[in-house]
């Protein structure tokens, strides 16, 4: 019994904004049902008690004061876009 | 020639800089098409920003000396691009902490050796730019993600190094290309300007040829920034002073879920007989449970590529790097409407700019945050990780440092393991539990196989006992010769 | 009979000096892409660091809203893809938020409605994205990306637009009290989200809520809240379903219009930032904030009519502007009748405010002005009507009044030297209204006095001359009598 469906793919892929062929597809499905079987194995580790780690050090509270620091000259950003318009970054139009 | 040598032929005038950098120019010249451990080498660029150190100074601990950078760290105005496709031209315009430590050192940036794209592999095999191959045997790979680095400090064609470390990636190419390699503490080198694959488990750390030269790189590159939230505020101790001080009375952890079956048979002996010359040196031997540890690979695919298909999602064509041509739809008649151009140059982009390994571990990693799974896949992954953690609390109270192989075999064939990713993945079996605990880990060479090629053996410490590392790895090496054994391509 | 049941989400930009996670300045009408960097950018490798102020502002407007802070917050990753997020997440918080279980009372008739607010948390903005109208195009100016925003949302409490509306002008009194935020709509540094939804008047389920985006002033606000609750409450009773959807206001045609949809409801894959580490909010600091906090606008009302006796609409209105109310109290301190400077507050520089269409912090006024005005009135040396013309004056001047007054020999005519040949002479001109006085028709008299004024150009005391007519006319009616 396959744990991810042809169809949670390629939602999943639209969520990740990939464009997967129809091979990768197929293929992808496969490993990443493979791989998914192998982690459920995880189920078996009795974690009822058990807090999450999300941080392994014990930090808190690391802020910065609310001071200015140099900005970037735009054109150091702007020369790295692939498409601009003057002061602007540009990219086709969303069509909602 | 290692780093503490070079160093002192400088300051005691007995050598001059310029000649080194011109004979490892001449050697990568002559074996880097082959091994391909550099994405690229400028060496007018090189010879000029050497010129210009030795000039201007700052004379620091590394004054004049080139230290090779892994395609993952930020160099301003450099091409820094993960060895993917959809960095490219993407050239920062700001340093990494760590560059700049080095550059205070007085050191010359040396870009740029090959990695796996993103940093997601143990082999370099899945780089935009093409395979790097283990010096010891072309055949084989160096391993990943920081094989470039590996491969160059193993074949001479530098002096030492920097890579990152996430399940692995330095200390497994340093076990396979019979080199030193560092995995600090979690929190202990900046991150800032290290193109995140998974944030709470990356490192960068030094790659070397021996365990002075990386206590000296570690000191350099260690200690809090300001600009990382997740870097620690403790303070770097003198890791050099560390080296040559008597192991005696220590304890040396032995895992037993380590030792079990899977692991290559030479491999497996090589570590005995380093751990009988730890025991002659005056350690102790004891043996310690790590009993979450066949759950590691799991819990770390998890959370890694969860973190990963997150700190991906900004590679979009938008801003920079690549972005994918233009090109007409024409919609054929009853087919769905459009989504919109914009969504059409995400998918595009993104499909093509990224490579297979790559769009792997976002699918992953999209689908154990999602809707409906985020508790059972991502929130348990954390769980465990809690215990994999509490599993390492608990051994280092009955030891002072933990031994164990670095891989379960040593280097194996290019394209060997190409076709199945989770043996690629259950290959980190022994490297991944210390990223997810965030404890320091050393690779160092402790024998080779009867083909000759290397392997590697682990030291592990409670975090921030890098000192205790260097002072069992110093020791360990003086008492042996592997750190001597060059590959026969360096001997050219 | 249907009853709407509103929430409201709002977003306040802080104004601190420089964005949540990096140095750069946050103002408002930059050039494009000039205030940014690598780290709002989110450029390949960068992190982000936490705002010091930004968190203790955030901690303050969760303590004038009467939350229960966390004992320790954290950020979380939201996902989705878009040109004006540079990392395609947005840092914001899940579910461990700075505050929770607040609430904001309103007025409500004679007395306040309690709303209660489920919840502020911190997050960063985007970007704008701006779209070229002919060109198959879109523009992204990075300089918002990063800025600030407390995130306050509401229960869904509210029972009528016009509920919604107070509650938005209650919140914006606050906040601009705090001093954190210029909650300008305009300018985007607040912004408001509307959900409503209907069902039968006392009913306990919840309808089918719709959210409503767009809306650019608080009167829009109440105007779409109006719109949708006819158009939901006219579905139903049709017997059509509602469905859940995200519409837009549009301000031309006065209607709500659903949103082309996107594909399906967003899943944010929400998880926790693991470049961030936890904030744990102590009681020491908590204490500390919640002693710089300023008297707040309930507070102040509350004190207003015990203290100076002020009806509950007086110490509404001038409680609702700090400044307005920082005022008024100074002016009392220098001419203690409460009432007068209330209404002069209110009739006179609110009036001002509003016909000019200016915040009262943009208006320069000086206490003393106004008591001048005010002795000056009482001493008879100006009208009421001339008090209010000097008043304007005043401001836009930038000038004391009693300078003004000097200057241009405004005070009035009290000399009866002066009044009464002006008095002798209007009686002289007009018998037939000395007649209709002497007949018992009083409003003749107010002609008289009419006239006086006119004769002296306004200058003339208008109680004084009442009298001296009087005198004269009660003198000359004696004579007539004899």
């Known amino acids: ?96 | 020639m290692t780093i503490h040598e070079l160093r002192a032929a400088i300051e005691g005038g007995r050598c001059d800089p310029r000649q080194v950098l011109d004979e490892l120019l001449e050697r990568i010249a002559q074996h880097n098409p082959r091994l391909h451990a550099y994405i690229r080498v400028e060496p007018e660029r090189l010879r000029a920003a050497l010129q210009e150190r030795l000039q201007r100074g700052p004379r620091g601990r590394l004054f004049g000396i080139p230290i090779t950078i892994k395609d993952n760290i930020c160099i301003q105005d450099e091409d820094t691009g993960c060895s993917s496709r959809i960095l490219t031209g993407f050239r920062p315009p700001y340093h990494a902490t760590v560059i700049e430590r080095l550059l205070a050192e007085g050191a010359v940036v040396m870009p740029r050796a090959n990695m796996d794209e993103f940093a997601f592999g143990s082999s370099t095999e899945s780089s935009h730019f093409g395979p790097t191959r283990n010096p010891w045997d072309p055949d084989r790979v160096p391993g990943g993600s920081s094989g470039g680095s590996a491969t160059a400090v193993a074949a001479d064609l530098a002096l030492g190094a920097l890579g990152t470390d996430t399940g692995g990636s330095i200390r497994q190419p340093a076990a396979f290309c019979g080199v030193v390699g560092l995995k600090p503490t979690y929190g202990r080198v900046s991150r800032y300007g290290l193109i995140a694959f998974a944030s709470s488990l990356d490192q960068i750390g030094p790659i070397t040829k021996d365990v002075q030269d990386c206590a000296l790189l570690l000191s350099v590159i260690a200690g809090q920034d300001p600009r990382d939230s997740t870097s620690a505020p403790v303070e770097v101790p003198d890791y050099p002073a560390s080296l040559g001080q008597s192991v005696s009375g220590l304890r040396f952890g032995v895992p037993k879920e380590y030792f079990v079956e899977g692991i290559d048979p030479e491999v497996r002996d090589a570590v005995e007989q380093a751990a009988k010359t730890l025991e002659r040196l005056g350690m102790r031997r004891v043996e310690v449970g790590l009993p979450h540890t066949p759950y590691a690979v799991a819990a770390y695919y998890i959370i890694a590529t969860a973190e990963a298909s997150s700190n991906l999602a900004r590679y979009d064509g938008v801003q920079y790097g690549y972005r994918a041509a233009n090109g007409s739809r024409l919609q054929a008649p009853g087919s769905r409407p459009p989504q919109g151009d914009l969504i059409e140059m995400y998918l595009r982009t993104r499909a093509e700019g990224f490579g297979p390994e790559a769009k792997r571990r976002i699918m992953l990693g999209t689908y154990v945050l999602s809707r409906g799974y985020y508790e059972a896949y991502y929130l348990k992954g954390l769980k465990v990780r809690t215990l994999i953690k509490r599993d390492f609390d608990e051994a280092f109270e009955r030891c002072d440092v933990i031994l164990t192989p670095t891989s379960p075999t040593a280097a194996f064939r290019l394209g060997e393991k190409l076709d199945n990713p989770l043996q690629m993945y259950l290959s980190d079996i022994f490297t991944i539990s210390v990223n997810l605990a965030g404890i320091p880990a050393l690779s160092m060479p402790c024998g080779f196989t009867a083909s000759k090629l290397p392997i590697g053996m682990q030291l592990l410490a409670a975090p921030f006992q890098e000192p205790r590392l260097f002072q069992v790895a110093h020791a360990y090496e003086q008492a042996t010769d592997w750190h001597r054994q060059t590959p026969a391509i360096a001997l050219n | 009979m249907h009853e709407p049941v509103i929430g409201l989400e709002v977003h306040v930009q802080l104004a601190t000096e420089s964005k949540l996670f990096c140095g750069c300045p946050a103002a408002f009408g930059a050039l494009p892409n000039s205030q940014t960097c690598p780290v709002c950018l989110g450029l390949p490798g960068v992190l982000p660091v936490l705002n010091q102020r930004a968190f203790e502002w955030g901690i303050k407007v969760a303590l004038a809203f009467d939350c229960e802070l966390a004992d320790s917050m954290k950020f979380d990753r939201k996902q989705y893809y878009y040109p004006d997020l540079p990392k395609n997440y947005q840092i914001s918080q899940y579910d461990r938020p700075l505050a929770r279980a607040g609430h904001l009372d309103i007025p409500a008739g004679e007395g306040t409605k309690r709303i209660g607010i489920t919840r502020v948390h911190m997050e960063e903005d985007a970007g704008k994205l701006l779209h070229d109208p002919q060109q198959p195009h879109s523009y992204v100016d990075f300089n918002r990306a990063g800025v600030p925003l407390l995130e306050i949302v509401s229960e869904p409490d509210l029972r009528s637009p016009e509920e919604a509306y107070q509650y938005l002008v209650e919140l914006k009194s606050v906040l601009r009290y705090l001093d954190v935020s210029t909650c300008n709509m305009e300018e985007g540094s607040l912004r408001c989200d509307a959900n409503i939804s209907v069902r039968p008047a006392g009913g306990a389920a919840l309808g089918t809520k719709v959210e409503i985006k767009n809306l650019n002033s608080f009167k829009f606000v109440r105007a779409a809240l109006e719109f949708e609750a006819v158009r939901q409450t006219g579905a139903l009773k049709e017997g059509w379903r509602i469905v859940q959807e995200t519409r837009l206001w549009n301000t031309k045609t006065q209607h709500t219009e659903p949103m082309r949809s996107k594909e399906g409801a967003s899943d944010y894959r929400y998880f926790p930032e693991p470049d961030l580490v936890p904030f744990g909010i102590e009681r020491s600091v908590v204490d500390r904030l919640r002693r710089e906090l300023p008297e707040l606008p309930a507070q102040r009302r509350a004190r207003y009519t015990a203290q100076y006796g002020l009806s509950a609409y007086d110490a509404h209105v001038l409680t609702q502007h700090r400044r307005i109310a920082e005022l008024f109290e100074q002016t009392v301190s220098l001419y203690a009748k409460p009432k007068p400077v209330a209404n002069w507050m209110m009739g006179g520089l609110l009036a001002y405010c509003n016909a000019k269409g200016k915040e009262p912090d943009e208006v320069a006024v000086q206490p003393a002005w106004l008591v001048h005005l005010l002795q000056a009135v009482d001493a008879g040396t100006i009208s009421g009507t001339m008090a209010k013309e000097l008043f304007v004056e005043a401001i836009e001047q930038q000038q004391d009044p009693q300078q003004i007054i000097a200057a241009r020999g405004l005070s009035q005519i009290v000399d009866d030297g002066v009044l009464g040949p002006i008095a002798d002479a209007v009686i002289a001109e007009h018998p037939k209204s000395v007649q209709d006085y002497r007949k018992g028709k009083h409003n003749a008299l107010m002609f008289l006095v009419g006239q006086c004024m006119r004769r002296s150009e306004g200058k003339a005391n208008p109680t004084q001359v009442t009298e001296l007519l009087k005198q004269k006319l009660h003198q000359q009616g004696q004579e007539v009598t004899g």
């Open chain 1, 1 to 96: 019994m396959a744990v991810v469906s042809r169809q949670d793919i390629e939602q999943v892929a639209l969520l990740a904004r990939l464009k997967l062929e129809e091979q990768e597809l197929a293929t992808f499905s496969a490993q990443l049902d493979e791989i998914l079987k192998y982690v459920q194995q995880l189920q078996a580790v009795s974690t009822d008690t058990i807090e999450p780690t999300s941080h392994v050090l014990p930090l808190s509270n690391i802020t910065r004061p609310d001071e200015r620091r140099p900005c970037l000259r735009p054109e150091a950003s702007l020369n790295l876009a692939p498409a601009r318009h003057g002061q602007l970054i540009k990219v086709p139009k969303v069509i909602e």
